[in-house]
């Protein structure tokens, strides 16, 4: 009978798996528009390419001006979406945002900031374009999808713009 020899605990903490991180992605994304029509397997698969980050209340995810290098998944906590100091939006788990990166790379408009501490992945562009490569059939539902998502922030900003707009009689 072969002796298993222990593993280094270096190695072991290294490589050990982030407690179901990913099953809590997949469970979001799985909510949300953008994987709206997808499989819960295909949704698993893409949830396990994402990139799982931490933050504390007060820290910054990123700056207006960043480049946009992907999308956000909140998965707990909840992000202020700010601009020159004024709070645009408050995301809460399940939301997705920055998803205009997707489609680009054009810097960030607004500053997201951890209101508490929260969990959240990250959809990167790259990654992505790597799977609609890979996935074209996919890829369609996804793209559309995405654009739903865009059109429907356009139309919520322009509802916004609307409603301040309509008691001001400018020149």
């Given at each position: 009978?072969?002796?298993?020899?222990?593993?280094?605990?270096?190695?072991?903490?290294?490589?050990?798996?982030?407690?179901?991180?990913?099953?809590?992605?997949?469970?979001?994304?799985?909510?949300?528009?953008?994987?709206?029509?997808?499989?819960?397997?295909?949704?698993?698969?893409?949830a396990?390419?994402?990139?799982?980050?931490?933050?504390?209340?007060?820290?910054?995810?990123?700056?207006?001006?960043?480049?946009?290098?992907?999308?956000?998944?909140?998965?707990?906590?909840?992000?202020?979406?700010?601009?020159?100091?004024?709070?645009?939006?408050?995301?809460?788990?399940?939301?997705?945002?920055?998803?205009?990166?997707?489609?680009?790379?054009?810097?960030?408009?607004?500053?997201?900031?951890?209101?508490?501490?929260?969990?959240?992945?990250?959809l990167?562009?790259?990654?992505?374009?790597?799977?609609?490569?890979?996935?074209?059939?996919?890829?369609?539902?996804?793209?559309?999808?995405?654009?739903?998502?865009?059109?429907?922030?356009?139309?919520?900003c322009?509802?916004?713009?609307?409603?301040?707009?309509?008691?001001?009689?400018?020149?």
């Amino acid at each position: 009978m072969t002796e298993k020899k222990p593993v280094s605990a270096l190695w072991h903490n290294y490589f050990k798996q982030q407690g179901g991180w990913i099953e809590d992605a997949a469970k979001k994304c799985e909510e949300n528009l953008l994987f709206k029509g997808l499989s819960p397997t295909v949704i698993r698969w893409f949830a396990s390419k994402m990139h799982p980050r931490e933050y504390r209340a007060g820290e910054n995810i990123f700056h207006a001006g960043d480049e946009g290098a992907g999308a956000i998944l909140l998965r707990t906590g909840s992000i202020a979406i700010r601009s020159k100091g004024v709070d645009l939006a408050v995301i809460k788990p399940g939301d997705m945002f920055g998803e205009v990166a997707l489609v680009d790379g054009q810097a960030r408009t607004a500053d997201a900031v951890a209101i508490e501490p929260c969990k959240l992945v990250f959809l990167l562009r790259t990654d992505l374009d790597d799977w609609i490569n890979s996935q074209p059939k996919h890829a369609g539902k996804l793209l559309k999808n995405l654009g739903a998502m865009l059109a429907r922030r356009l139309l919520e900003c322009n509802k916004s713009m609307a409603k301040k707009t309509s008691g001001d009689i400018s020149k």
